[in-house]
């Protein structure tokens, strides 16, 4: 041995004892196949000291040796994939027994690649020239990971289980919903019948939007989830899925769909409040009439409820007004206007003033105030007066109609348009303004 291989060897030794070190801390071995040769080598650390072993090629035979027989096809198809990508890294996961052991099975990465023989001396021939197909690599224990993923494949099946459990109840849930929108759709020729409702079309918007904020919200929850779901779903796949990520996603989960369930029971609650109410669209066609006339008439039939009453109904009477449109909706218009004084506008009052005035807005427009001196509206109120089933007196047995079937006539049936002024304790105003003649609009 020269002198500067004496000066090597203590150096080749610590070398030797740090790999072995690292490959135990690491878990990992090192192989080599060489198919020209028909060799296996196998390269384990073991009390700070690097061991080789050494045995005859037999492929599968080989692998059999240490390597579980469910895991051996698929692991020698990818080792030998290597041979057909020069340089491409390839890695397989099977079971091996545990070297130290030899009797339990263990998961490892069986990882490798196919490499130039000739960097190694051994081979080379006298020309330095060799052909031998070498693959080499390494084999690292992933034990504990493969733990915690059949840790986390069992939880994930069972939030998958939660979640459908949990879906087929939001749609039964829903179903109930659908069916009382049906039940609603039918029922709504007999929504108030007294009440003469001509705008089904504004009723049936007025509960699709009640409904339709709980819904919402049952959708954007169940959106969240979804996507929620898909991120984890990636994550797993790519073998970033942590525990934190499934806490997180069981969680949401939970919020989510207890959030979308209390919604849905409100929007069902709102179905069956709504399932007694129903109306009767006025089938009435167009015709000429003289507006003072009718209105004198109307009022006439209202004198019923104001026997015996301490409340005045007054009308300022204008020259005759011609007129083509629709006379039983102005004039349910005005019941329903007078009735809401009497109702709402007196409660606790031993007086009270309604009044009628009518005028001409041009030639092709007519304008009707209602108003009177009673309680009036509170301003943050006042915006609310049209809505459907609106009223502050609901324990008293209103349904909340009588306004929005006052707007839906005007705005729809009669192509006008009303606006309200109120002052709290100085009465209301409701301005009128509807077109003379309705054939034109």
């Not at 009497?342 to 030639?363: N, P, Q």
């Amino acid at each position: 041995m020269t002198n500067q291989q004496n000066e090597r060897a203590p150096k080749i030794l610590e070398f030797e004892a740090r790999l072995a070190l690292a490959m135990q801390t690491t878990q990992t071995i090192f192989w080599e196949i060489n198919l020209t040769r028909q060799l296996y080598f196998t390269y384990v650390a073991s009390h700070g000291v690097c061991k080789e072993y050494q045995s005859e090629w037999l492929e599968k035979k080989t692998l059999a040796t240490f390597m579980h027989p469910d895991d051996i096809d698929n692991a020698y198809d990818v080792i030998m994939q290597a041979l057909e990508n020069d340089g491409k890294v390839i890695d397989v996961r099977c079971r091996i027994l545990d070297l130290a052991q030899r009797e339990e099975w263990e998961w490892v990465v069986f990882s490798g690649r196919k490499i130039k023989s000739d960097s190694f001396a051994n081979y080379k021939t006298d020309n330095g020239i060799t052909t031998d197909d070498v693959i080499a690599g390494s084999v690292q224990s992933i034990a504990a990971l493969h733990e915690v993923e059949s840790n986390l494949s069992e939880l994930t099946l069972e939030l998958e289980s939660r979640v459908v459990e949990r879906t087929a109840e939001l749609n039964r849930s829903y179903q109930e919903v659908a069916d009382g929108i049906l039940e609603l759709q039918q029922a709504q020729a007999q929504l108030v019948e007294s009440e003469k409702m001509a705008a089904l079309g504004g009723m049936v918007a007025g509960v699709a939007h009640e409904v339709n904020t709980p819904l919402g919200i049952c959708v954007t929850a169940l959106s969240h989830l979804q996507t929620r779901s898909q991120i984890i779903e990636k994550k797993y796949k790519e073998g970033n899925f942590s525990r934190k990520d499934l806490e997180s996603l069981f969680a949401e989960t939970n919020e989510s769909i207890d959030l979308a369930l209390s919604n849905v029971s409100r929007a069902s609650e709102l179905i069956k409040s709504f399932k007694q109410v129903s109306v009767e669209q006025s089938s009435e066609l167009s015709h000429g009439f003289e507006l003072v006339e009718l209105l004198s008439d109307t009022l006439e039939t209202l004198k019923p409820k104001l026997k015996n009453k301490p409340f005045i109904l007054s009308f300022i009477k204008p020259a005759p007004i011609e007129m083509r449109s629709f006379p039983g909706a102005i004039s349910q218009i005005i019941i329903n206007l007078v009735l809401n004084s009497l109702t709402h506008a007196f409660i606790g009052r031993d007086t009270g003033e309604m009044c009628i005035e009518v005028s001409l807005c041009g030639d092709d427009e007519i304008l009707i105030l209602y108003k009177d001196n009673g309680k009036g509206v509170v301003p943050e109120n006042l915006f609310k007066l049209f809505e459907p089933f609106y009223t502050t007196n609901r324990s008293g047995g209103n349904t909340g109609l009588g306004m929005h079937i006052v707007y839906n006539l005007i705005t729809q049936k009669l192509k006008g348009q009303i606006i309200a002024n109120s002052w709290q304790e100085q009465g209301i105003e409701f301005y009128i303004r509807l077109p003379r003649d309705i054939d034109l609009y």
